[in-house]
């Protein structure tokens, strides 16, 4: 399954962004709860100008493994401290949190 995903990142890396799709699209078919392949696929749909899509991916990926995009977002936080002022990053820790305990209270994360 990984090797699919691989051709997937492959594609991307070469623009070649629908047969990515295609490739996170059979990985997803294999195993659906790839958070991975998700996350791919959301990529490839941004870079097509795809926002909806990309955003409908992206949940899914952070629904399926919320503790990485929770790092991920922190991460970037601690990069970009020294260009935002707190009550702008308030706001940004405030609304993450919101869209986390949604998704938690959605179900779809405890399933």
């Keep these: 399954m990984r090797h699919i995903a691989i051709w997937g990142i492959s ?4 623009k070649q962004y629908e047969d990515a799709i295609k490739c ?3 990985a997803i078919k294999l195993n659906p709860d790839d958070h991975h392949a998700y996350h791919n696929k959301a990529l490839a749909l941004a870079s097509l100008g795809y926002d909806e899509l990309f955003l409908e991916y992206y949940d899914k990926a952070m629904e399926l493994n919320p503790k990485r995009y929770e790092d991920m977002y922190y991460e970037a936080m601690k990069e970009s401290d020294e ?3 707190l009550e702008t990053r308030a706001e940004m ?8 305990e949604q998704h938690i ?7």
Excluded: H, P, T
């Excluded at 405030?94 to 986390?100: L, N, R, S």
């Excluded at 209270?105 to 399933?111: A, C, K, P, Y």
């Design 24 to 26: 996170y699209d059979k």
């Design 11 to 14: 594609f991307e890396y070469i």
């Design 105 to 111: 209270n959605q179900g779809g994360v405890l399933n």
């Design 93 to 100: 820790e405030a609304y993450i949190a919101e869209e986390m």
């Design 83 to 85: 260009e935002m002022d």
